[in-house]
């Protein structure tokens, strides 16, 4: 499978990471849209929200179980966002499931 997001898994394409374990990465977006601008995946490709199943959520809850942590080591005590973008109307370019971690500034109250 040509995937993008499975390659930096694999280490075929680098990336800044700034969060690893056996089912997550989190690495840094080569197109920041705020100061903090971190993508997180599961180690597992699922293709998007749409893909997430009781056999695969494991992967999806471990990465929310460890937001805390990851927003804290990247100084996000004032707060941030989380946003997972499904399927083309949702604006998904990359077909590997990740959430946005958004912050470092005051963000705008809209969502669009
Ligand atoms: P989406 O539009 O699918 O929600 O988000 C995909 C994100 O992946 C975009 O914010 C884009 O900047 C980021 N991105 C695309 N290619 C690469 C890459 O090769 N490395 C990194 N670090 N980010 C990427
Ligand atoms: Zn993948």
Do not use: W
Not at 1 to 13: A, P
Not at 46 to 63: K, Q
Not at 66 to 93: F, H, M, V, W
């Amino acid at each position: 499978m040509d995937c993008l997001f499975c390659k930096i898994v694999e280490g075929v394409i680098p990336s800044s990471k700034v969060y690893e374990d056996d089912m997550m990465l989190a690495f840094k977006d080569i197109n920041p849209q705020a100061p903090v601008h971190v993508l997180m995946i599961p180690k597992m490709h699922i293709d998007s929200l749409d893909g997430v199943n009781a056999e695969n959520l494991p992967y999806v809850t471990h990465i929310f179980e460890k937001i805390p942590a990851i927003a804290a080591s990247l100084g996000l005590d004032k707060g941030y966002r989380l946003i997972s973008n499904c399927g083309y109307e949702g604006g998904q370019t990359v077909g590997h499931l990740h959430f946005h971690l958004l912050g470092g500034k005051k963000l705008g109250e809209n969502i669009l």
